[in-house]
């Protein structure tokens, strides 16, 4: 396995840059997610205007992979529509899953394309999805709470 | 006893002359299982090969034969750690379950409303969860031992919290995340003379070290079997006779009774009485070939070579200005488990990027998440040697960290 | 699939090539353990010279290797029995730890004052002993179907006997003393219209036919590797994931635990939940392997052979009118064990005489006390097929009994 | 192993006699012998005269061996003190164990050094045994009983 496919420059400028790492003022939503054999816990915050995701953050702690991967997702997500988010969470994850693999399909994930090979290092998967999955769980529960 | 002759000392270890991501391994990651000489896998093979059979249980030759290495193999069991008799033994499939064992049948039994446990702060989940559970079903407290900065345990710290209304305290012997060797032997006397009980868990300092119970005066003692050249599936729950006496039986079936009636039975002697079902006698035939290991290896020869290692270790870690050791500093006090945290590396970071190096250790909170806690630290990365390591690999280990440092974007 | 070829399969099992006493082993104790095939003692050696490493704890690359092996290994169970999920495997150490575990979890937990709980008269011990325990400790009444005069179960039994006070029935779907197969299909459903769970204890069923637990509709069930080529030391509960899910664990500690707290904590999700501790990998790779072989063999092919040898030794036990054989008569009731009574000889001595031309049968109360006491014998003797077996051999255990009943003063 | 060394002609008449296998009329003392692992299971009575054994007989089903070894004991102890009951099991017992090896010691031991190969068969010296351990337990008991 190479090393400079997963531990890329991007990885680490994301994984180092604290530009979404902060509390909301006034978020409309929190969903934690957590990876309890390692420890990774991340509280991602969200702000919605109507349908769309205004404003996005997180706080918590992991390894470069998970943290790199929720900041990445922050940016692409910041602006967009619920259904948007959603997609883009999708794709990612069929992405890591092998399912969606053409280049030009995964385009839409700009920067969290680099997470394409993280499949290579098996033990590490846990740690690119956590954000996704979180996410996913924030738009679920946002749809819950809006019948309700 | 052999002559400690590194070279041909891991010729006897198949496992560690392969290759991880094209450089040779290096493996450093024993407290989590060791690998076993070909002695044990050839015990094992030769055990199903020419033995195979159910043992207790037949009247013919491979029943019979199958019975007496079982039985041999607890009486190795019980020399090692120096039990008075063999009825002191129980083989379990882990550590895990030998804890249990005594929380379920010792702890549900004979701790009452009131009454407290006490163990430390470094515990494995092994030996917190399930007295958690005792303390919750019996209305007990369950109270911890906290270790002091320099990560021993102040025997004032064991005076003030264990008191007359102590019935048991649990205690490893060796940290698995520390290395720190904690006193057992004194705790059991202070123990002792509160009217409490003392469960040793020695699943990492047994195969670092001689364990005699008499010598501590544990009542109870565990390990594993896979920690110390075994292999998986077998582990030993020591405890005095007069103890696994007046305790009820754990786990129910065939081999631990005496008399089964449609709504009633009456059980076995020990120590079958704790031994329900088929026992494992391929890993315990495999365990008792790792203790004959062990021996001809003499046990101080791997202890000297083990602290060579760690002070080794410490010593180049200490080279490194971003490196933090978890534990404490003299060689005394500490076995051969270092656990660390480098500046600005996550321990998960660490562990993968030295694994492409060829560089096995753990990463994580190694099964301690109070501890983990109490040091404020979420996870640490952790070296862990055994005596078929090398100063050659304590270098290499220093130059895959130095590499971790590179590649996490802070130089070297 | 292989073809069904005695002799090269034969091969495949060293052990089946010893001589005992100075004759050709005939070994007639299959229900007690069966011996391994080369490549389970392959995939194990394998294993631990090539990957060892404590799974589900690293980031390096033997640790993830051992993981993906225990899983794999998970998964080939998972498709073995046809459960829908890998969540719904647990691995234990034997199928009693399995039957403790749903007694310790389910029993205590699930049951109430005045439940009914049901097993069949020829239970093991294993599937006695905890119903027991749970019985006393909870109040509840634990009751037995009995077998009619053809040592077959009657569905009017089951009818009277199941009612709507049961809360769970367990029945073994082979009997290892009389060679029944019980109708656990039909029973289960009975017993889902009263509203009661079943357990399916299948370690004697499971390594000579298909156990397909959604057919079945079992809500748990159990086996040992060691009575199907497999190791010591390796079993599997199987358990509805919805009824697993809201079970409380069982053994506490390591690899079952999320988040541990000083005082509290919160478990890992199924099938992590109930299993505490390092696993035992090369058990699980070895069942694994088994699994593979039988898979190729044909698990119709070793019916057909099974039945062949069983039907043989009837007909020529028939031959000897001091035989009394415990068990169906007819052959689609049956599984290949079977016991008898020599009338004049004590089964103990049977086993003693023929062990000494070579002959491995097993004498005793075979772990059913309560059945040998409704079948007023205090001990039978038992002779257990595999598929290894051959026709010649049934021979040798024909002359062998003949010559019991010279040595015991009888006359041929 | 040698099974004529085992079930000799001597061992196969005592297994199948029955002339010390019955209820004592006024038994002083009855001990129960058993093995759970095999089921063997024995119930010897004694009477006392004074501190001669006066009369013993066993019920209770087993194999050839522990009803041989039974049977054989039996004719031994008849008529003999308690103490020189307890030394002839203690014999025995050190037969089997291989402590005292000489004929000449053991001659006292009578048809009873038939078992002398017994441990040849390992899984059956339980049942050779079982008669004797019996009988010890009674003299300890009566021991016991008389202090009271
Ligand atoms: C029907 C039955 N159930 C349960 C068991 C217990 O299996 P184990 O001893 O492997 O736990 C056995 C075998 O001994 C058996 O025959
Ligand atoms: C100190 C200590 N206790 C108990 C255990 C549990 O051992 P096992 O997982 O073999 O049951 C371990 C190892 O994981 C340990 O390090």
Redesign the pocket.
């Given at each position: 396995m190479e090393l400079e496919s997963i531990y890329t420059d991007l990885i680490l400028e994301h994984s180092q840059s604290s530009h979404n790492k902060r509390h909301l003022d006034h978020a409309d939503w929190c969903e934690r997610g957590h990876n309890p054999s390692c420890g990774d816990d991340i509280l991602l915050e969200l702000k919605w205007k109507d349908n769309i995701v205004e404003e996005a953050a997180f706080t918590g702690s992991g390894c470069a992979i998970s943290q790199a991967s929720t900041s990445m997702m922050i940016d692409l997500i910041n602006g967009k529509s619920v259904e948007e988010a959603k997609h883009l969470a999708d794709t990612f994850l069929a992405m890591i899953k092998k399912i969606i693999t053409e280049d030009s399909d995964l385009e839409v994930l700009e920067d969290a394309m680099a997470f394409k090979n993280i499949s290579n290092m098996p033990a590490r998967v846990k740690c690119a999805v956590l954000a996704w999955h979180t996410l996913n769980e924030a738009l679920k529960n946002k749809k819950v709470n809006e019948k309700i | 006893m052999k002559n400690f002759d590194l070279n041909s000392i891991r010729k006897d270890f198949p496992t560690l002359f392969q290759s991880v991501n094209g450089k040779p391994l290096v493996y450093l990651d024993n407290a989590a299982t060791t690998h076993k000489p070909q002695v044990v896998l050839d015990a094992i093979s030769d055990y199903y090969r020419n033995f195979n059979a159910n043992p207790h249980r037949g009247a013919h030759y491979l029943g019979v034969t199958a019975t007496d290495m079982y039985e041999n193999a607890r009486e190795t069991v019980q020399k090692f750690v120096n039990a008075k008799s063999t009825r002191e033994i129980i083989f379990t499939k882990n550590a895990s379950e030998a804890l249990n064992l005594i929380a379920y049948s010792y702890g549900m039994s004979l701790i009452e409303e009131g009454d407290e446990i006490v163990i430390c702060i470094s515990e494995h989940h092994s030996n917190i969860v399930p007295w958690q559970q005792v303390a919750k079903h019996k209305k007990a407290t369950l109270k911890y031992l906290y270790i002091n900065p320099s990560f021993t345990l102040d025997m004032d710290e064991v005076y003030s919290k264990i008191t007359d209304k102590t019935k048991l305290v649990s205690i490893a012997q060796m940290s698995n995340v520390l290395g720190t060797i904690y006193p057992v032997k004194e705790i059991a006397e202070y123990a002792h003379g509160m009217g409490a009980k003392i469960v040793v868990d020695a699943a990492q300092s047994i195969p670092h070290m001689k364990v005699d119970v008499q010598d501590i005066n544990a009542d109870f003692m565990v390990f594993s079997g896979h920690k110390m050249l075994g292999p998986m599936g077998i582990g030993v729950l020591y405890g005095k006779e007069e103890l696994l006496e007046m305790m009820p039986p754990f786990l129910m079936?065939?081999d631990m009774i005496e008399y089964v009636e449609e709504q009633s039975t009456t059980y076995a002697q020990l120590p079958q009485k704790f031994e329900a079902?088929?026992p494992n006698v391929g890993g315990a035939v495999g365990l008792a070939a790792a203790i004959g290991y062990l021996k001809e290896l003499g046990i101080e020869e791997i202890h000297k070579h083990e602290r060579k290692l760690t002070s080794y270790a410490l010593s180049r870690l200490k080279e490194l200005p971003y490196v933090k050791v978890y534990g404490p500093e003299q060689l005394d006090q500490r076995g051969a488990v270092i656990s660390f945290h480098m500046d600005g590396c996550h321990p998960h970071d660490v562990a993968s990027i030295v694994d492409t190096y060829g560089v096995a250790l753990r990463a994580g909170h190694h099964c301690a998440q109070p501890l983990m806690k109490y040091l404020q630290a979420p996870a640490t990365s952790r070296v862990s040697f055994y005596f078929y390591n090398t100063i050659n690999e304590v270098d290499i280990l220093i130059d895959s960290l130095k590499q971790v440092r590179k590649w996490l974007g802070h130089g070297a």
């Open positions: - | 079936g065939g079902g088929t």
